[in-house]
């Protein structure tokens, strides 16, 4: 794995395969998005359900960008590399944004469902704090000037809360909350339709590849500019 | 279309949900593309002037 991870062969390697993967991305969200709109209203919860298919992919993708911002912050601070710094470095804008659409869409369906835009139960509250934990690690990233320095700073930030990960996770089943249980990926199969579950995939499968395509995107952009602060450093 | 649109009366909930996650991701897009291509030419053309 680490002979792919110096940045020269990331930038050889990963340029082909981002077009491919924002081609995938594109048309799992496109038949996600027709099968979601012309699946029928669920009965209880009506044409809400629709909000399912963009709520709960943004919070496993934000979710899941959390995981890899840790790990890669870990493989940086114990290997010291530099590609794994930058790998957890850019991970984390892209996370904090699907956070944030995951509690916006969350409140946009917790009001009509629940009869409040936001309760304070342990779901919404530790996935609030995941949104806090992504601006405080890149707060403090862009606090400290020295990149090295920076770097293990901010990996200890984020190994340390990778601990809300599991709390997210357990949390329906923790303590009591008006959040749903696991429905999806559960012993004994999903709990929803298969005319929800479908839509529910591709969208889901469609925001890890545009997150993937992003994330790529983002490492090859820092390590130009690294490589470009490297070359004016050199020339004064 | 008029019943599409109305969303069983949760379009004040569906729409929003729906408008904001397209903006979000697109404005995204946006931004990781430019900084990209920003990065991509300031290399580029630091890289032919000192070759």
Redesign the interface.
């Known amino acids: 794995m680490f002979a792919y991870a110096n940045p020269k062969r990331f930038l050889d390697v990963s340029g082909p395969i981002v077009p491919w993967l924002a081609t995938a991305s594109a048309v799992s969200l496109g038949v996600g998005l027709y099968l979601g ?1 012309t699946a029928p ?1 669920d009965y209880q919860q ?3 359900v ?2 399912m298919f ?2 709960v992919p ?1 919070a496993w993708t934000a979710m899941m960008a959390y995981a890899l911002m840790a790990l890669s912050a870990a493989i940086g601070l114990i290997n010291r590399h530099p590609l794994a710094d930058v790998a957890a470095k850019t991970a984390a804008p ?1 996370g904090a ?1 699907f956070t ?2 995951a509690l ?2 969350g409140s ?2 917790g ?2 469902m629940w009869g409040a835009w936001w309760v304070w139960d342990a779901r919404l509250t530790s996935f609030l704090l995941l949104l806090f934990l992504y601006l405080g690690y890149i707060a403090l990233w862009n606090a400290i000037e020295d990149e090295t320095r920076a770097a293990r700073a901010t990996a200890i930030l984020a190994i340390v809360g990778a601990v809300n990960l599991p709390i997210i996770e357990f949390s329906v089943e923790w303590w009591s909350t008006l959040h749903q249980g696991e429905s999806i990926l559960r012993k004994g199969g999903p709990l929803i339709a298969s005319v929800f579950l479908w839509p529910l995939a591709a969208m889901a499968l469609g925001y890890t590849l ?1 997150f993937f395509t ?1 994330w790529i ?2 490492i ?2 820092e390590i ?2 690294r ?2 602060r490297a ?2 450093m050199g ?1 004064a | 279309m008029k019943e599409f649109l109305d969303m069983g009366g949760y379009a004040a909930f569906v729409w929003p949900a729906y408008g904001v996650s397209v903006a979000g991701i697109v404005v995204a897009i946006v931004i990781v593309w430019r900084s990209y291509a920003k990065a991509k030419a300031r290399l580029a053309a630091l890289e032919t002037r000192r070759p």
């Open positions: 709109f209203p009506g044409d809400t629709r909000i963009i709520h943004a892209l944004l944030a659409l916006i869409t946009l369906w009001k009509p545009l992003l995107v983002r090859r952009t130009l500019n490589r470009l070359l004016q020339a």
